[in-house]
Each structure stands twice: as structure tokens, then as C-alpha cells.
């Protein structure tokens, strides 16, 4: 069976290779968007100064507040890892 694309044979397969995934998503591309908005404002803040320089104590209570709340039950490192990207 024949079907007219729209996009050449090499685009399709451009944008499917581009868009492939590896791996499970991570504990933050798993959150609510909500949750997301919120955790990159507080980056932002950390980032920025305003949440003091001790990341790892900003990665602690962030895990825990989002294991209290029922967000996340990431880990301080996994928390860690997320600040530490761009």
C-alpha cells in the first residue's frame, strides 16, 4: 500500500532518530508540570544566589519536602545531579 507523505523519507527518519529516547525518563521529567515550575523557580533562586551556596543542603531539603509531600521519593544525590545541570 502506497500513502503520500508530506515529509521526505529522510526527514521521517531525521526527526525519528532525533526524537529517540534511551532509558527510563527521570525522576523530574516524570513530575506534574506544576511541580516542575515550582522546582525551576527554586533553581532558578539557588542559581541566583538567593537560597544561600550549599547545594547539597538545598538538595537534602528538597527531597525531603518532596517525599513529605508525596512528590517524589528522589534521593539528595538524585537532587544533586538535577542542580547541577544546566
Known amino acids: 500500500m502506497k500513502t503520500k507523505s508530506r515529509s521526505s523519507l529522510r526527514d521521517d527518519v531525521r526527526k ?7 532509558g527510563p525518563a527521570t525522576w523530574y ?9 515550582e522546582l525551576d523557580a527554586i533553581k532558578a533562586e ?19 519536602n518532596m517525599r513529605v509531600r508525596g512528590i517524589s521519593e528522589v534521593g539528595t544525590q538524585g537532587v544533586l545531579t538535577w542542580l547541577e545541570k544546566a
Do not use: I, N
Open 46 to 64: 539557588w542559581a541566583a544566589g538567593e537560597l544561600g551556596s550549599r547545594k547539597k543542603t538545598l538538595a537534602r531539603a528538597l527531597a525531603e
Open 16 to 22: 525519528a532518530v532525533s526524537d529517540a529516547r534511551h
Open 29 to 37: 521529567e516524570r513530575l506534574a508540570p506544576e511541580h516542575r515550575a
